[in-house]
C-alpha cells in the first residue's frame, strides 16, 4: 500500500507547470491533482531479434507473466501541456508495478475468449485464439486519517479490446525488439 501525505513530493519532481482556470498565468510547483489509471503489464520472457516482429500466434511464447500497473499522473500539469504537446510531463514521473510476477500457466484456469473486433484486425494481428484472461480489479483507497477504504474503481482484465498478445505483436510490427524484463503496461483497463 501506498500512503501519501501531504509532505510528499506529489510531481516527483520540485517543480512542475500548471495552469489552473481562473488564474491569469501559470505556475511552477507539485500537482495539486495526482491521479493514476488501473492497469496490468506484460513482463517480457524471450525477446525477439531487432528487425523481426514477433508472429502473432507466437507472441504468447514471449510473455514471462503479468503484473499490475498503476500509471501516475499529474492531471493539472497534464492539461496545461496537452495541446500542442500531449502528455508528457504529466505522466513521466512514476509507475508503481506490483512486486510479484503471476505466470500464463497460473492464470490459465481463469482464460476466456476476448471481445470480439469490430472492425477486424489487420492480418497481422488476427489470431487463431484470441484470448483474455477473467481477473476483476479493484483499488481501494485509504486515506492515512481514516479507518476505513473505499473502493474507487472496478474493472476485469477480460474487458481488454486489445488482447495482451495483441499488443506485443503490433509492438514489434515496425521492427522494434522485445528484451526479457520488458514491461508493457496494457493502457487503462475500461468496463463493457
Excluded at 477486424?120 to 485509504?142: G, W
Excluded at 474507487?152 to 526479457?180: D, E, F, M
Aim: charged share 20%; aromatic share 8%; proline share 9%.
Amino acid at each position: 500500500m501506498c500512503e501519501i501525505s501531504d509532505r510528499d513530493n506529489y510531481s516527483g519532481t520540485e517543480e512542475g507547470q500548471a495552469h489552473p482556470a481562473g488564474n491569469p498565468s501559470p505556475y511552477f510547483g507539485p500537482t495539486l491533482k495526482l491521479d493514476f489509471e488501473l492497469e496490468m503489464a506484460t513482463i517480457v520472457g524471450p525477446g525477439n531479434e531487432l528487425g523481426k516482429p514477433v508472429d502473432i500466434n507466437n507472441a504468447e511464447d514471449h510473455i514471462f507473466g503479468l503484473v499490475l500497473l498503476n500509471d501516475w499522473s499529474a492531471r493539472d500539469i497534464q492539461a496545461w501541456e496537452y495541446v500542442p504537446l500531449g502528455p508528457f510531463l504529466g505522466k513521466n514521473f512514476a509507475t508503481s508495478i506490483s512486486p510479484w510476477i503471476v505466470t500464463l500457466d497460473a492464470l490459465e484456469p481463469f482464460a476466456c475468449e476476448a471481445p470480439k473486433q469490430d472492425p477486424p484486425p489487420l492480418p497481422y494481428l488476427a489470431e487463431k485464439v484470441s484470448k483474455n484472461y477473467d481477473l476483476s480489479l479493484e483499488v481501494h483507497i485509504k486515506p492515512v486519517d481514516h479507518k476505513d477504504s473505499s473502493v474507487v474503481t472496478r474493472s476485469n482484465l477480460k474487458h481488454l479490446y486489445w488482447t495482451l498478445t495483441q499488443q506485443l505483436a503490433h509492438h514489434t510490427i515496425n521492427g522494434c525488439n522485445l528484451r526479457p524484463g520488458d514491461v508493457l503496461g496494457t493502457g487503462t483497463i475500461s468496463g463493457p
